[in-house]
């Protein structure tokens, strides 16, 4: 079956616009994140989504960073006025809802590089 | 809170001898510990996972890690590298809501 997806793999921006960033999950997984990997860094945690329940923004750097997931399925993220800083690898990852076996094995995507000029 | 910390920033090996990437954890509970590996230009793939079972974990490609609670330790090793296994390393733990806190990353350079 298909992996988790991202679009686009790339995108450059002029500083100052918004830019939108989509993840694809696998079929049937309820939960899905958001990581930021900045270049030579680890990832940072973002915005986790558990099926309908509210999710966890603990993550997001600032008030320009706001995800959604639609229909429990697909998700975009959302960068408004972006700044140079916000240059980096932006990762999905996706997996099965708590209480299965397999609740902790993220799945993820191969990320969109965003490039803030 | 949960953490990592990744010893090395970059290990160098030769083909064929022992590879170890150090990690160490901080967490208030029994820990869920986890190793990924990225290669270049590929997104991350699990190697293993630790979830309070068995202490030895085996994963794939030869890999393995120890969960030792007294050194707070996870570290990973395999008896013999590959050219093939030159890539980043995340150590992982699972903080409390599911989220994935990452180490820095180790670098595996592995020498013909």
């Known amino acids: 079956g298909a992996g988790v997806s991202q679009s686009p793999s790339n995108k450059v921006t002029e500083k100052g616009k918004d830019v939108e960033l989509r993840c694809d999950p696998i079929s049937g997984h309820t939960a899905l994140y958001w990581y930021r990997q900045s270049l030579g860094q680890g990832l940072e945690f973002l915005i986790y989504f558990q099926g309908n329940s509210a999710p966890d923004k603990s993550g997001l750097p600032s008030d320009r960073f706001s995800a959604e997931r639609t229909g429990g399925s697909v998700s975009t993220l959302t960068i408004q006025r972006t700044q140079q800083e916000d240059s980096a690898v932006y990762l999905c990852?996706?997996?099965?809802?708590?209480?299965?076996?397999?609740?902790?094995?993220?799945?993820f995507g191969p990320g969109t590089r965003l490039t803030v000029l | 809170a949960q953490s990592v910390t990744q010893l090395d920033s970059h290990v160098s090996v030769s083909e064929g001898t022992p590879v170890l990437l150090r990690c160490n954890y901080s967490s208030s509970y029994s820990p869920s510990l986890f190793w990924y590996v990225q290669h270049p230009n590929k997104g991350l793939q699990l190697l293993l996972k630790y979830t309070s079972a068995a202490t030895l974990v085996k994963g794939i490609n030869g890999f393995e890690a120890e969960f030792k609670k007294s050194e707070t330790s996870f570290h990973l090793t395999k008896p013999s590298a590959h050219m093939s296994d030159a890539a980043e390393y995340f150590c992982?733990?699972?903080?409390?809501?599911?989220?994935?806190?990452f180490g820095a990353g180790t670098r595996l350079t592995v020498k013909p």
């Open positions: 992982v733990v699972r903080g409390n809501n599911n989220d994935m806190r």
């Open positions: 990852a996706s997996s099965l809802g708590s209480g299965t076996p397999r609740y902790n094995e993220q799945f």
